[in-house]
């Protein structure tokens, strides 16, 4: 089946035109009735899948890191080594893509709504240390067919490129680096961490 | 004169309400009525300072970059050397004060409104590209007095360490880290930067 044929169900699209709303509007500004009307809905609907606002908002939290963790999936453009797969993955953050920066943008939302929604912390402490032991697993991949130094802590490693992810994509997304110098940037600070 | 006879002017008044009511409500959600109320003025007399909203929010920006300017002044701590007064400056910026935690969660909302709002997107890039700058130039300090390796290339570096700061500030005001983690892996990846 090729991808002009898949089928998203509802529940997706709603999701989808939530993600997009807080992207565009930010997450405390993020209507339900306005997600409806994007996705051609009623607002009923969506409280036929989500109990409420702040239901939603973890919902479309959980499904910004889904959709993360698949653009970033390696395709195998660098070397199948542990570093070659970090660095992939890690680049693949920063894509000339509309949903690439769209779904970026959005995790910037919520992250700084988690700041005073303590129903939005707990989801998204539990995304980042997902995402910080994935990359972890890589280094340690690395470190196996020694593409990565044997003496580097994983842990704080990813800690430290995950972070530096996140700062660059900030640069990149208010347009003070282009796509391109964002990724050389990432790129040169993944080569400083891992030496 | 101390501290406590300090006056502070009108306009500084209403650009710390301003400041406080962007990190609650996200810059989006900032009303000027509500600014007005907190600092008990009308909405008229903001307007007399500041000729609209969006003025109002490139002002808040302005302050935000100010008040981050003195707070992170290196008082001395550690030694004067180049790396030492790097090292207290950019530690600076995460400090269990919630006039600190407030500056710094009202400089990631209008980040992430200046992704949408293109009449942010100057003043952003204008203030990180001196933050930048500053740093470098205590990076160039180091080189001269043998703080800092000379092979490093002090923009590059500056850009690296300020992302870091970006970054690790996102963990610290969402509760992933406390003020006493974010610190020690903010000098841990500093260290890292400077070798």
């Known amino acids: 089946m090729t991808?002009?044929?898949?089928?998203?169900?509802?529940?997706?699209?709603?999701l989808n035109a939530s993600v997009e709303q807080i992207a565009?509007?930010?997450a405390r500004g993020m209507r339900v009735e306005e997600v409806a009307r994007s996705a051609g809905v009623s607002a009923a609907l969506i409280y036929h899948h989500f109990e409420d606002r702040s239901t939603l908002l973890r919902a479309a939290l959980e499904h910004v890191g889904k959709q993360a963790g698949e653009y970033t999936k390696p395709v195998g453009k660098h070397p199948a080594t542990g570093r070659g797969l970090l660095t992939e993955r890690l680049l693949a953050e920063i894509q000339d893509k509309p949903e690439v920066r769209i779904n970026s943008a959005a995790w910037g939302e919520l992250r700084d709504s988690a700041i005073f929604d303590k129903t939005l912390q707990p989801t998204f402490?539990?995304?980042?240390?997902?995402?910080?032991?994935?990359?972890?697993?890589l280094v340690r991949q690395g470190q196996d067919d020694r593409s990565v130094k044997k003496q580097l802590d994983p842990d704080a490693t990813a800690f430290t490129?995950?972070?530096l992810v996140e700062g660059i994509s900030g640069r990149w997304l208010t347009g003070i680096l282009t796509t391109k110098e964002a990724r050389k940037?990432?790129?040169?600070?993944?080569?400083?961490?891992?030496?």
């Open 125 to 137: 402490a539990r995304l980042t240390a997902e995402w910080v032991s994935d990359i972890a697993e």
């Open 3 to 14: 991808e002009r044929f898949k089928v998203i169900d509802r529940r997706t699209a709603l």
């Open 161 to 163: 490129l995950t972070v």
């Open 24 to 26: 565009l509007k930010g």
């Open 185 to 195: 940037r990432l790129l040169t600070c993944i080569e400083l961490c891992l030496g």
